[in-house]
């Protein structure tokens, strides 16, 4: 099935540092949505963006709606150790019911 | 502040059992949906439903039953458990299908492994 390109894979760094991701996509979505998934649990939303060009804060993450609508940008400041787990956007278009995944930035902080 | 609840949380089966797992939100969401979630392949869509009575397939329907009595439980059986069937399977759920505004929320989780 189609998946969201979306890097890094994965990253390693120190705690304290500020982290980026993004997820591109070759279609236009009206939704973008942020998860992050620790291991054995379910997806957790995080951001929800629903404008091209928004930004929205949820604590220290901000995510962006891109402007071409194609893509969309997770950033994370001052990591903590808790912030570890596995970061995927979804992109939605209205008046479908499917949600396309990215392929996940899986992300260690180092302590 | 239940949202959206699965179980079992693991489950072990022989090739050729059958099995229910279950799902239930309390968010009156018209939407319900079923993945399952392989390394390598991501998050794939099983079966959906939009609604009481309405269900459909999504990318990866075959081996799976699932059916929509009521806004709040959406099932999914595995009629012949196959090895090919161990993943992660995830209920999620949303408002409404298909309008603006949407937010996804997923369960725990149930891992099944079939042998």
């Known amino acids: 099935g189609q998946q969201l390109n979306q890097s890094p894979q994965s990253m390693f760094i120190q705690e304290g540092e500020d982290v980026s991701m993004n997820c591109t996509s070759s279609s236009i979505f009206n939704t973008w949505l942020w998860y992050k998934q620790d291991p054995g649990e379910g997806p957790v939303l995080l951001i929800a963006l629903y404008k091209a060009g928004e930004l929205t804060s949820n604590g220290r993450l901000t995510a962006q709606f891109g402007i071409t609508r194609k893509d969309s940008f997770l950033n994370i400041s001052a990591s903590i150790p808790s912030d570890v787990g596995i970061y995927f956007c979804?992109?939605?278009?209205?008046?479908?019911?499917?949600?396309?995944f990215g392929t996940g930035t899986r992300l260690k902080v180092l302590a | 502040n239940a949202g959206v609840t699965q179980t079992p949380k693991f489950q072990v089966l022989k090739t050729g059992q059958s099995m229910t797992l279950q799902c239930a939100q309390d968010m009156n969401h018209e939407y319900m949906s079923w993945y399952r979630q392989d390394p390598g392949m991501g998050l794939r869509l099983i079966h959906y439903s939009v609604g009481a009575g309405i269900t459909d397939q999504g990318e990866v329907p075959n081996g799976y039953n699932v059916s929509r009595s009521t806004t709040e439980d959406f099932p999914l059986r595995l009629l012949s458990a196959a090895p090919s069937q161990t993943s992660v399977y995830f209920c999620a759920s949303s408002f409404k299908s298909g309008s603006t505004n949407e937010k996804l929320f997923f369960g725990s989780g149930t891992q099944l492994s079939v042998l």
């Open positions: 979804a992109g939605h278009k209205s008046g479908t019911y499917k949600y396309i």
